[in-house]
Structure formats: C-alpha cells, structure tokens
C-alpha cells in the first residue's frame, strides 16, 4: 500500500523532528545549568587551569604543525596563482587574510574538535560509565560544578588562544615558503599585508570567530560526554558525535558569521 | 576519630533509633514497575543485607536512600529527615553524612588513591593540607593500603580498589554507608578481606550499614539482618540463623542455587505446545 | 602531573598565545599604524571613484597616512563624496590634490594626496577642493580611439 508508507515516511520525519528538538532543549537547559554552575568552578581556579592544561596545552603540537603546513602550502599555491598575474606582492595578504579571517578558526577549530573535545567526551563519558559521577554526585559534590564546568571554561580560553597560534605559525609558514624559498621581497610580503589586513575587520572578527567556536566545541563535547550511554559502545558512539557535530557546527556558524561581518566589506 | 567537622552533624546523630526506615515504597520508570511496596527498618548501628536476584531492584533501593530517585509513593526517612521532601541543599546535607561504596567502587581514574580519599575531606572540609594527609593516611592504614597510596586506581587489583573505595566512604566519618555490589568479582581472599572490613568499620566508627548483595555466605557470616527482594517486594527476612534455618521456598532456592523454584527458570512465555502449533 | 609543572605549561601557552595575538594585531594587521591612532576627517569629491573601497589606504608620496572611511553619492550632484580619515600628525595645505589611483596594473585602488603651497591647513571635517577621477580604462581607450580617428584624415 502506497499511501500507507507514505504515512509511515512522514511520521517518521515527524518523530525525527520531534526528538531532535528535545534533544535541542536538553541541551539548551545543560548549556544553562553549567552557566549557573560556573562560578563555582571560578572560585577554584586550579580546576580551570588543569583543563586549559589538558585542552590548550596538549592540542599545541597538533595546531602549531598544522598552522605552519598550511601557511606553507597557502604560500606555495597562492605564488602559483598570483605568479600569473604578476601580483606576487600579494601574496603575504593573501596568506594573512585567509589565515586571519577563516583558516584560523576554522582549522583550529576542527582541529581542536578532534583532538581535545573527543577528549573531553570520552573522559566525562568514562567518568559516568564507571558511576564516577554518581559517586560525586553522592559525595554532595555536584559533577556540573566539579567535572563539567571546568571542562567547559578550559576549552573557551584555550580555543582562541590556539587560533591565533595556528594563524601566527601559518603567516610564518608562508614567510618562509615565500620569502626564504622562492625569494619575495621582505619588505613587500610584509608591507602590503599590514597595508590590506585591518585590526577591527580582520583581527577581531577572526578572534570572535574562534571564541565562538570555542564555545561550540567544548559544549558538544561536555554534553555529549554527560550525555552518553554509560556503557563503552555509548562512550565510543558519543566521542564519534562530538567530533561530526562539532565539525558541522562550526561550518555552519562560520558561515552566519562570515554574511554578518563582512557584510558590505568589498561589495 | 571524632575529627571532619561538618555543619550538619547536629541535625542528625540524635533521638530516632532506626538510622533508616521505608515504609509503603514504590517505584517505578514509566510504565515499568521496579518496587511495589517496600517496608523495611535499619536500626542505628547495624550492618543490614539486601538481597536478591540480579535486576531485581536493590540497588533501586539504595539509590531511593541516598535521594538520587524519588519514590511514587512511600516514606524514606534517614536520620530522621523525610528523604524525598529535601529540597537540593538539604539533599547534599544529609549526602555529606553518607557514604556509599559503588559496585566496582568508582574511584576517580585520573586521581591518586590518596586524592581519591581526600576528595570528600577537600571538597567539604577547610582543613589544612597537612591534617587531610594525617587523615587520609589513617582511612588508608585502616583498609591496610596506606603504602599505596601514590598509586593510581588502574594500577590497583579489584579487592584494593573496593578497600579504597571503602576507604573514601568513610572519608567523612558518616553516620550511614550504604554498599552496592561490594563483592562483585572479589577472589575469595578478597571477598573476606572486605566482609571483615565492612563489619569492623560498623562497629569502630559506630556507623550503620547496608550491604546490597547477593552473595549469600559471605553476608551470613558478617551481617546482623537479611532482607530477601524479589519481584519488587520483600519476600523474606531475618537474622543469619533464622535465615540458616528457614523454610521458605525463596530462602532455600536462594541458598542452595537451585535453578528452578519461586525465581522461576523459564522467563514468563505461551505454553510450549502452542508455541510449536503456531511455529508450523 | 603536579600542580606546579600544569601551572608552568598553562602558563607558558597563555603567554605564547597572547603573543601570537599581539604579533596577529601589530605585525600582521595594522593596529598600530592607523585605527587605533587619533585622527581627523578630510571629505573630497570625485567624479567617478571606480574600484575604490572603504578601508583603502590614502597615500602622500606613496606613504600611507590615512584609510578611506565611507564612500557614497551624492544625489544632487551625482558626484562620489570620500571621506577619509587622516592620521593625527600629518597635515595637508588647502590645495593639496586628491586623486584616485591604481597601484601597478591591477593592484588596490587608493587615494594619493599631493599637497601644494598655501599656507592655510586642512582642519578637521574640510574639504578637498581639487580632485582627480579614477582612470578608466575603457574610456581610455575610446579617446584614444576617437583621437586617432579625427587625426587620420589630417595625415
């Protein structure tokens, strides 16, 4: 019958829907509660400043290698395009805009994505698979306030700080492929890039950019972590999640960014 | 070890006799029912067994004392404070006079065995460092790992970690610890080592237990009182030797581990003939 | 992992990264140079600005002093009016001369000042009187197209 799976079809539709947005809600009200939470994690710091270890500090060798390959191959790309042209002047505002505007964030964020929320995830996981957190949660120390919220914190003050390492670690990159390698002017590679790259347009937006995206990245992963399954398929299936919706996420939101902030710039 | 100054040990510790009562409770998610009508007393001092078949909704028991589930209908008094009438600060109070071992003992992974001890002491407590080492170092002494306490809880066997684990539930010096599963997966060794522990750290520390079990010998031979669950009821109970002796169909399937009795060995299904009918 | 030894490392990647941000603002953007720096606005009209954007460097004798700020049109006169914002330090004479310039063949589009003699100063908000439009390439080429038609017949 036809009609029939048609129906079927749409309710399904419509149950996906549904669940998705519960799912929404719930994370809405987890986003609150650790909010509410927080101060608590303020007042002892050594617990932010241990998770900023474990997110920022151990993502630095990940970030900064990455920033210097794809300066490097942004350099040696863009040379082969503006070569053509004869604007191979441009080449250090090339570099520095990508880098400055989208690259940063966004690569550092997909990055840190992978290597520090997947972390995150699967510590707080764990943590609740082997009742740890109902432990506490007995002990009358709440797990948000202890676990969750400083989680949270270390991964939006270690994020922006990382973005600007790997956009740094690129123009670097890119000054030696295009400078030292191929042998640019100095002066030029580095003139006409302050000349083109606005502190308030390009800085700051990009800053914003990846403190957003810290934000982002470190409530999937407390979420997705405080929200598993207690056994080790949920744990593994929920680091999986944070990792894809940490991904689509910042693409998504780069890109609502990126209409609002360089609306009319060049237009 | 009259020590770990708590600003709620006034409240408790005084008048009512029974450290725990339950009265009429239910409980249930959705449209699953777990506990139908549970009654039961732990007199203050004493070390109480639940036990029961797997799943059978002890650990449920447990969870409903320490106010992690609210009951459908019931009393729970702890202490003489109606458990599911505690708004969340009052809750945490009383938790600080709990302590609870879990099943596998849950001991922080990233912490050391000492830290793990003194996680409640720092967490509720303002005492200097020097003075949580002493006391973290006199739990640890009395489960006999204080020379372990550097090491990390992977690096410790399973009856260990359940002797940390116990160490730090008593972190507090609580009036109540409650011990979910305290055998699973013990060597015998093992598993006598924390039955002593438990019923010495009952009678020093003067605290009242309740051992979820359904390790049957073990219980008999270290606690005061038994209660047999089953099906979300408490179908039997009793101290050691009354239990030795019963009659009760339950009772004996329970200590002989027979495979069929009242805890039937078929789960509930159609009679075999029409099963096969239909099947051709 | 001690307390000390995570402190140190927290410490040393906050400082790194705070310098990657401070080097992003000074040696890669242009904080420094111009937004940040106190100034004042100069407006000059043209009659076609093509090519020239908000935030485009004007230059006197190639050295940047000022960014472009708004660009818009005006309706009665159909000219483009450019205002700019120039660096607090550099001073321009009355009949300094603006004019819209491509740097290279098909590089940025600025505006180059070229200041002349008198004595009186451009103060804040004042006009550029003189201006010199955009060249654009197509009407270049149909001049030249045109002169060489009405000089062919000389010949």
Known sequence: ?267 | MKTAPSPAAATFDTRCANAVELSGVTFGYDRRTILKGIDMTIPRGKVVAIMGGSGCGKTTILRLIGGSLRPRSGRIVVAGQSVPQLDRDGLYALRRRIGMLFQFGALFTDLTVFENVAFPMREHTDLPDEAIRDLVLMKLNAVGLRGAAQLKPAELSGGMGRRVALARAVALDPMLVMYDEPFAGLDPISLGVVGQLIRRMNDALGITSIVVTHDVYESLKIVDHLYFVSEGRIVAGGTPDEVRASSDPFVRQFLDGAPDGPVPFHYAARPLEQEFVRAR | MNRATIDLWVGVFVLIGIGALIFLSLRVGNLLTTSNAPGYRLEARFDNVAGLKPRAPVKAAGVVVGRVERIVLDPQTYEASVTMRIDQGFQFTRDTIASVLTSGLLGEVYIGLDAGGDSQMLADGGRIAKTQSALVIEKLIGQFMLDRASAAPDK
Request: glycine letters at 10%.
């Open chain 1, 1 to 267: 019958m036809p009609a029939e799976r048609v129906v079927r079809g749409v309710r399904k539709v419509g149950a996906t829907t549904l669940a998705i947005l519960q799912r929404l809600g719930f994370a809405t009200r987890f986003f609150a509660a650790v909010v509410w939470h927080s101060p608590q994690a303020f007042r002892r710091l050594q617990l932010t400043l241990r998770e900023i270890y474990f997110a920022g500090v151990l993502s630095l060798v990940i970030i900064l290698v990455s920033g210097m390959f794809v300066g490097m191959v942004l350099a040696l790309q863009g040379y082969d395009v503006l070569n053509r042209y004869g604007a191979n002047d441009s080449l250090g505002i090339l570099v520095a805009l990508s880098l400055v505007r989208e690259l940063g964030p966004v690569v550092a964020g997909l990055l840190f994505a992978s290597r520090a929320g997947s972390a995150i995830t699967a510590e707080i996981g764990l943590m609740k698979a082997t009742d740890q957190l109902a432990a506490m949660e007995m002990m009358a120390v709440d797990p948000l306030a202890r676990v969750v919220a400083p989680r949270f914190w270390g991964g939006i003050v270690s994020m922006p700080l990382l973005a600007a390492l790997f956009s740094t670690l690129g123009v670097f990159g890119a000054w030696l492929v295009g400078v030292k390698l191929i042998g640019l002017d100095n002066g030029a590679f580095w003139g006409n890039m302050q000349a083109a790259v606005d502190f308030r347009e390009d800085i700051v937006n990009g800053f914003i950019k990846s403190v957003v995206f810290g934000v982002i990245v470190s409530l999937i992963a407390v979420f997705e972590g405080y929200d598993a399954k207690p056994t080790a398929e949920g744990v593994s299936s929920a680091t999986t999640r944070t990792v894809v919706e940490s991904a689509l996420t910042i693409l998504a939101a780069d890109f609502v960014l990126t209409v609002f902030m360089f609306r009319g710039v060049g237009v």
